[in-house]
């Protein structure tokens, strides 16, 4: 069974478009994880979530929003896509105190 | 500002060569160093370390942090072509209150040819 799966795997869209990005994690963690890969492989943290509440919200522009309906999921969507916002998006997991982080298999989002 | 820079960005060796790459940091409230190894897809854990000088090893892969100069070496021995990937250093750190954050290095990009 996959720890952290997020869904769709790869996403190609046109500027302007919004879209959203699924993450469900079946660890039993309590902290979610939204992280920016950029194309020189560089990976970011972007969100947070600890038992539905965000906790980090790193310097990203407001048209990304993070929504978690339970602790073991935490989406991302993404309003008015630009060409820079193509990299791939992780999602990740941890139990609160274990410090390790488990991570989704990513997705590619492409912005054409 | 916190950060974490890994050293070589990228190296090329030949199979059965040893190969040692650095991660250095700069964060305050430090908690732990995690490595990583990343192929195709998703990184996956190698090793966490919270504490000086004790060595963790898993086959030809070593690990060990040194807290007070800051830094921690990543070490893999009779390396194979199947060992080629990014290496990401990543550094979990208090970000305020009893939030913790993990910051990566840019990673190090390991080719091993035949």
């Known amino acids: 069974d996959t720890a952290v799966s997020q869904t769709p795997k790869y996403l190609v869209t046109q500027m302007g478009n919004d879209k959203s990005i699924k993450c469900e994690q079946n660890?039993?963690?309590?902290?979610m994880y939204w992280y920016k890969q950029d194309s020189k492989k560089f990976l970011k943290i972007m969100f947070s979530?600890?038992?539905?509440?965000?906790?980090i919200n790193e310097t990203v522009p407001n048209r990304f929003s993070p929504k978690s309906p339970d602790k073991a999921h935490l989406n991302l969507h993404i309003n008015s896509l630009e060409l820079g916002d193509s990299a791939v998006y992780f999602c990740?997991?941890?139990?609160?105190?274990?410090?390790?982080?488990?991570f989704g298999q990513g997705t590619r989002l492409t912005v054409v | 500002e916190d950060k974490v820079v890994q050293s070589p960005l990228s190296l090329v060796v030949h199979e059965g060569d040893t190969v040692t790459l650095n991660c250095s940091y700069e964060?305050?409230?430090?908690?732990?160093l995690l490595w990583y190894k990343q192929e195709k897809k998703a990184p996956t854990f190698l090793f966490m370390l919270?504490?000086?000088?004790i060595e963790k090893k898993s086959g030809r892969l070593s690990s060990i942090l040194d807290k007070k100069e800051l830094f921690s070496i990543l070490n893999i021995t009779a390396t194979q072509t199947g060992d080629s990937a990014i290496y990401l250093c990543?550094?979990?750190?208090?970000?305020?209150?009893?939030?913790?954050?993990?910051?990566f290095g840019k990673g190090t990009l390991l080719t091993v040819n035949p």
């Open positions: 990740a997991s941890s139990q609160d105190r274990s410090q390790l982080t488990f």
């Open positions: 660890l039993g963690h309590d902290t």
């Open positions: 979530y600890n038992n539905k509440e965000l906790i």
């Open positions: 964060v305050t409230n430090f908690r732990s």
């Open positions: 919270t504490s000086s000088g």
């Open positions: 990543a550094v979990e750190f208090r970000s305020g209150g009893s939030n913790y954050k993990l910051t």
